[in-house]
């Protein structure tokens, strides 16, 4: 069974920053869901990917909290987009099956 990683495990390792204070790059696959327009399921996944932000957001506009939610930001390394994720949601990290 080495080839399994607990959620909490996961959230630390995607938390993990390097000597220059950059996060690290993680591999990663998740399923889509959106509770309020009744959309979702769809799979996907990154190869290279980061956490975006974190806990300490100064947002004026809108601090959707997402560390109290238990949501975070990713973002692909070679892309722009930010991606919303619940991390009860990820199937694969680093090439392993995620479990609770």
Known sequence: MDNIIRTRDMLAVMAMRNKGGDFIPFSIEFV???????????????DKAVQYGGANS???????????????NIKPVAGDRITKIDPWLVRKFNGMEVQL
């Open 58 to 72: 100064k947002s004026e506009i809108k601090n959707p909290n997402n560390y109290e939610n238990f949501m975070r």
């Open 32 to 46: 889509t869901c959106n509770e309020r327009f009744n959309e979702g399921g769809k799979i996907i996944s990154f």
